[in-house]
Nanobody, 127 residues
């Protein structure tokens, strides 16, 4: 059974940083593409980042609103993908989730479908 578990959310002030973790249990990390998403109050879901699988050389894309401030990294040995968020702004407030999809063939971002979702972790940026 595949499980996706996020952690690392919290409440910070503008300009501060947080690192979110996404641990995926029960499936090989090599074939996984991982997306980070967020839901802000009164806004639609936004894709924060997409990290492709090994066949696509783990390529990365970022949403325009976070590019240059957020960084994704991957530790397959720990079955974990990290979202480092720097210079946080009030508009980064929201529920953050990661999602995964697996394929031994190339998975190139952006992806239309993810099969496994975590329950999310809350980020609040406020002074």
């Amino acid at each position: 059974q595949v499980q996706v578990v996020e952690s690392g959310g919290g409440s910070v002030q503008p300009g501060e940083s947080l690192r979110l973790s996404c641990v995926v249990h029960g499936i090989s990390m090599d074939d996984l593409a991982i997306g980070w998403f967020r839901w802000a109050p009164r806004k639609e879901r936004e894709e924060v980042s997409c990290l492709s699988n090994r066949e696509d050389k783990y390529s990365l894309t970022y949403g325009a609103s976070v590019k240059g401030r957020f960084t994704v990294s991957r530790d397959n040995a720990r079955s974990t993908v990290y979202l480092q968020m720097n210079d946080l702004k009030p508009e980064d407030t929201g529920a953050y989730s990661c999602a995964a999809v697996s394929n031994h063939r190339k998975l190139r971002c952006p992806l239309q479908r993810y099969d496994y979702w975590g329950r999310g972790t809350q980020v609040v940026v406020s002074s």
